[in-house]
């Protein structure tokens, strides 16, 4: 807070302030007014919180961070896929993604030794087999025959397209620093692809527990971007 030149501070004076401060800057006392908080309500305003506690556990599903996806990879002769919703944007060109995957996956020891991927982007219409792919482990079965899924070769990594995606996104591991600790693989894409013929993709997106929202209604505002 600037100090005001008569050598006070100011007093605060937007609606919900807690304190008045009115002290010289060299000895700074505080007198509150008017405060009483009691949970869920603050007495000197009269409004009761509509917000009630959340489980800790079910954070993420507020926060998730973009579609649900399928992530292929390819080793020593056979390929995997996988279904994964923990990942972000890291950096726009070249594009970076850190994707978080457990070391209890089929596909961790995978990616790790084959340093590459693709990112599959799949919409509400092979939902069903998207979840499949989720609850089972290519380490037992063939995903791709279990859920007939069709591969196809991408042009600059061993892993395989999923036909069945209206995007995919060839990848290469640029950096495992955050591996170990925190299972993050920070992946460059090197290669993308796009069906055009799909405009509005209803792709889904995870909030926990078999629950699911799919994209809807978009909108369009100024930007400064380029």
């Known amino acids: 807070m600037p100090i005001a030149s008569s050598g006070r501070l100011p007093v605060c004076t937007s609606a919900g302030c807690a304190a008045k401060f009115f002290a010289p800057a060299s000895h700074l006392s505080v007198e509150l007014i008017n405060l009483k908080l009691v949970?869920?309500?603050?007495?000197?305003?009269?409004?009761?919180?509509?917000?009630?506690?959340?489980?800790?556990?079910?954070?993420?599903?507020?926060?998730?961070?973009g579609p649900v996806l399928l992530l292929t990879t390819f080793h020593d002769g056979v390929a995997n896929v996988m279904t994964m919703s923990w990942q972000t944007m890291i950096e726009f060109e070249p594009p970076l993604i850190g994707c978080v995957i457990s070391n209890r996956n089929h596909s961790f020891e995978m990616l790790k030794a084959s340093k590459q991927c693709v990112i599959n982007i799949p919409t509400a219409e092979i939902a069903e087999k998207v979840?499949?792919?989720?609850?089972?482990?290519?380490?037992?079965?063939?995903?791709?025959?279990?859920?007939?899924?069709?591969?196809?070769?991408?042009?600059?990594?061993?892993?395989?397209?999923?036909?069945?995606?209206?995007?995919?996104?060839?990848?290469?591991?640029?950096?495992?620093?955050?591996?170990?600790?925190?299972?993050?693989?920070?992946?460059?894409?090197?290669?993308?692809?796009?069906d055009p013929a799909v405009k509005n993709p209803r792709t889904i997106h995870h909030q926990g527990h078999g629950n699911f929202m799919l994209a809807g209604e978009r909108i369009k505002l100024k930007s400064a971007m380029k």
């Not at 509509?50 to 599903?61: A, F």
């Not at 042009?155 to 995606?165: F, G, K, M, N």
């Not at 290469?172 to 993050?184: C, E, H, I, Q, S």
Request: with cysteine; hydrophobic share 40%.
């Open 131 to 194: 979840v499949g792919c989720g609850n089972t482990s290519g380490a037992k079965i063939n995903k791709f025959e279990q859920f007939g899924l069709t591969q196809k070769p991408a042009s600059l990594v061993t892993a395989p397209l999923i036909d069945e995606c209206f995007a995919s996104l060839e990848c290469r591991v640029v950096d495992t620093g955050l591996v170990a600790k925190y299972g993050m693989f920070v992946i460059e894409v090197v290669k993308a692809w796009l």
């Open 39 to 65: 949970r869920g309500q603050v007495a000197d305003s009269g409004t009761t919180m509509t917000k009630k506690s959340y489980p800790l556990s079910k954070v993420y599903g507020l926060l998730e961070p």
